[in-house]
């Protein structure tokens, strides 16, 4: 029988890699995506028309969408990404953000119930490190208590128990992934670790002056999102449906995060000052590079999160330090050296066009 996923959230970060992951797999692959005014699948752009890939609108804040593509699609695993994700813009639309990841998340499971597919159908869950929000205990495990500290872990926490839920209440195949942060070269822009490593790119290609932040001194437990995919396929694979940690069970803080991004682009930066003062200096040209902005304090933050991934190693056989903060920083800061050297191609040439055009030499 043919495996088929569904995923939710195909067109983010892990939804794109999940794809390419399952399709490598065999899988028929199904993806939800919305309506927008704006192009928006950048990222699996590469995929539409292949064989065995499909995609399918639907919106978690629409039951009726949901039940018609699990109708149609029948899938023997889910995996459940769509998300508002961004844990700062969770405080300025704190509603959506709840309909979407926690209510979202129930439209799913009862979905899967009213059509017929509790019985057949596996479920992953993106759950998320931010549960453990101002933490209990460092590291964090699958035992350790909860403390959500944002609009987004809030609605996240819910997502979290009604999996646990649907599993006890219905002997649902249900299960959520608690995973840390997992960046890539194709990270939303605006999440910290993508913002400085198209910062530096920028920077060292004369295309910035300047990068403000907000916390330096926040400490996160960083993998690469193509690992991490792997892992939500195994998660589903296990025998019995649990929930696991995902991390790489090592910490850094923002400030280590820029130091080594620069020093990729030949900056070597150094910190001085504190809090709101403290900038970050060409050691070479004695130019501030790093300023913090207020702007991007949040009005909680979580500031220590450090996986410890033993049973993900244990039971599923997953490997932590298959890609290093090193080497995940490298990837990201390559990525976007190349994407600012074709932007800078591209401005090259229109201008030479324009320049063209005026003398007549084109037409
Ligand atoms: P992402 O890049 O922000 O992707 C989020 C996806 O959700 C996008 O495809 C987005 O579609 C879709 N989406 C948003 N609102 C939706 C709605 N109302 N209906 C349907 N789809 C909707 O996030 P990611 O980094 O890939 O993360 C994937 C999942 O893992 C998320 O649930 C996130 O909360 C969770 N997670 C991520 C991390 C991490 O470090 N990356 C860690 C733990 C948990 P559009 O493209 O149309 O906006
Ligand atoms: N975004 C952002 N922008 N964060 C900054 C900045 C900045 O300019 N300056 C400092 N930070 C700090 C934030 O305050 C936070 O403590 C840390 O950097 C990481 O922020 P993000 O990269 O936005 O990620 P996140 O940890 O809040 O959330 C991500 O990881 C979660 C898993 O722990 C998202 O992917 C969530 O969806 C995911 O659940």
Redesign the pocket.
């Known amino acids: 029988m043919t495996n088929i996923a569904l995923i ?8 794109s890699f999940l794809a390419e992951f399952l399709l490598s797999k065999g899988y028929e692959v199904h993806g ?3 309506r ?1 005014s704006v192009d ?1 699948r950048e990222r699996i752009m590469h995929l539409e028309g292949a064989p065995h890939f499909h995609l399918h609108y ?4 629409d039951s009726m969408s949901i039940i018609q593509v699990l109708n149609k699609v029948r899938p023997t695993e889910i995996y459940n ?5 961004h844990v700062q813009v969770s405080f300025d639309s704190p509603e959506f953000t709840a309909d ?1 990841d926690a209510t ?1 998340v129930l439209r799913i499971l009862e979905g899967v119930r009213q059509c017929g597919l509790a019985k057949t159908c596996r479920i992953y869950q ?4 931010e549960l453990y929000g101002k933490v209990e205990e460092v590291p964090q495990n699958e035992n350790t208590q909860f403390h959500p500290y944002s609009p987004y872990a809030v609605a996240k926490l819910y997502g979290y128990w009604i999996v646990k839920e649907y599993r006890e209440a219905y002997n649902m195949y249900c299960c959520s992934g608690i ?4 960046e890539s070269e194709r990270r ?1 822009e605006t999440f910290v670790t993508r913002k400085i490593t198209l910062a530096a790119a920028r920077i060292a290609q004369g295309k910035q002056d300047k990068l403000y932040l907000g916390n330096l001194s926040s400490l996160r437990d960083w993998g690469y ?1 193509k690992d991490y995919v792997e892992c939500m396929w195994l998660i589903l694979q296990h025998e019995t449906p649990e929930d696991f940690v995902i991390a790489t069970g090592v910490q850094h803080s923002v400030r280590e995060f820029c130091q080594l991004a620069f020093h990729h682009v030949g900056i070597e930066l150094e910190f001085k000052g504190e809090g709101a003062d403290e900038k970050g200096i060409d050691k070479t040209t004695g130019k501030v590079i790093v300023e913090v902005s207020e702007d991007f304090y949040r009005p909680t933050d979580v500031v220590n999160l450090l996986g410890d991934p033993t049973k993900a190693k244990a039971k599923l056989g997953w490997n932590p330090a298959k890609t290093s903060f090193e080497e995940l920083v490298k990837i990201m800061v390559e990525a976007d050296i190349v994407k600012v050297a074709a932007e800078v191609a591209g401005e090259k040439v229109r201008t030479n066009l324009v320049e063209y055009l005026e003398k007549g030499i084109v037409k």
Not at 8 to 15: E, L, R, S
Not at 126 to 129: E, F, G, N, Q
């Open positions: 939710t959230g195909i067109t983010g970060q892990d939804g939800t995506i919305r927008s928006f639907a919106d978690l804040g990404l769509a998300a508002q994700s979407v979202g993106a759950s998320t490190s995973l840390f942060n997992h939303g999102a």
